[in-house]
């Protein structure tokens, strides 16, 4: 499925004034889709902002709950957050990024130059009272080549790392109404998994089995992983997997305090546009470099053994 075609019901559906992600009373950094647009000239008058530099940091209040499903405390999500004119934008295209980068571009088909067979004329040119015909894998046969048809490529695009974070924190905290924050309850399944529990507790926490929820934490115990894995409708998120689908996807949000610390340090409104190293785009970079390393210097063992047996011959 094309991305456009998966990104734009999302878009829309954040966009609508009757959506559970942002309703008329939430805080919302998307413009509704009636908003006047200005005349293009007057567009075209005004100075280009950068988006990064029109920043603005949005605090919420999120609610602290225990296991049982009582209100605890409250913690404070800080983070930034792109302009009303240019988040939707800004959401459209990381979200499209993360979606056409996900293609793996493998779908292939042959043409009639490389179907097996139809070497040999069917029948000869005239006095068949039929259309001439030089083969039998022409397109227009069953089993024939297919024209036009799609080739193995490279479907990826690129967005800048800092406006694909800045996707990311717009979106969380867009969501941030319909939002919570969970303390640790490892404790509650160390006896073992059992998914009757978990989906108890998310009824506790006042969330809907059926209804699509994201889960975040900075890590999972496996006790707790194997009793949410199975329930369809929950997505248990960390550092490495969050993206930007689930979040527009789900229609709660839930954390642990550990990942409204992480939020807060890596999306928060005191951290620092500059570049800094990022544990998981860093981290691919630096296998890449690594594995790039060690096949440089396979290929020079080779050569450095052909040089010695050279010197020894002479």
Avoid: C
């Avoid at 005349?39 to 709950?65: C, D, G, N, Q």
């Avoid at 990826?156 to 109404?177: G, W």
């Avoid at 929950?234 to 689930?246: E, G």
Wanted: hydrophobic share 35%; no cysteine.
């Amino acid at each position: 499925m094309p991305a456009a075609a998966v990104a734009s019901p999302l878009l829309l559906s954040l966009s609508s004034s009757s959506s559970l992600f942002l309703s008329s009373s939430s805080t919302s950094f998307f413009p509704p889709s009636s908003a006047a647009v200005a005349p293009h000239a007057a567009v075209r008058t005004k100075a280009a902002v950068s988006v990064l530099r029109a920043l603005r940091a949005e605090a919420a209040t999120l609610p602290v709950l225990s296991f049982t499903g009582e209100k605890v405390g409250e913690v404070t999500l800080d983070l930034k957050s792109a302009p009303p004119s240019t988040a939707r934008a800004v959401v459209h295209r990381a979200i499209i990024t993360d979606r056409q980068n996900a293609r793996r571009g493998t779908a292939s088909t042959l043409t009639r130059g490389e179907v097996r067979g139809g070497g040999r004329k069917p029948y000869q040119q005239k006095k068949t009272g039929k259309a001439r015909r030089g083969s039998q894998r022409t397109p227009l046969r069953p089993g024939g080549g297919v024209v036009f048809g799609p080739k193995p490529r490279d479907w990826s695009i690129k967005i800048n790392r800092k406006e694909k974070r800045l996707a990311i924190s717009t979106a969380i905290v867009s969501a941030a109404k319909d939002a919570f924050v969970v303390e640790e309850f490892e404790e509650a399944f160390a006896s073992g998994p059992k998914t009757r529990d978990f989906v108890a507790a998310l009824q506790r926490w006042g969330l809907d089995p059926k209804q699509k929820a994201m889960f975040f934490a900075t890590d999972f115990d496996d006790n707790v992983r194997l009793s949410g894995r199975n329930i369809g409708s929950l997505k248990m998120l960390t550092p490495r997997t969050l993206n930007l689908y689930d979040i527009l996807d789900a229609r709660k949000l839930f954390f642990t305090p550990a990942a409204v610390d992480y939020l807060n340090s890596r999306y928060g409104a005191s951290v620092s546009d500059d570049y800094y190293t990022d544990d998981e785009d860093d981290g691919e970079e630096e296998l890449v470099e690594q594995e790039a390393e060690e096949g440089t210097t396979a290929d020079a063992a080779p050569d450095a053994t052909e040089e010695g047996e050279a010197d020894s011959s002479s």
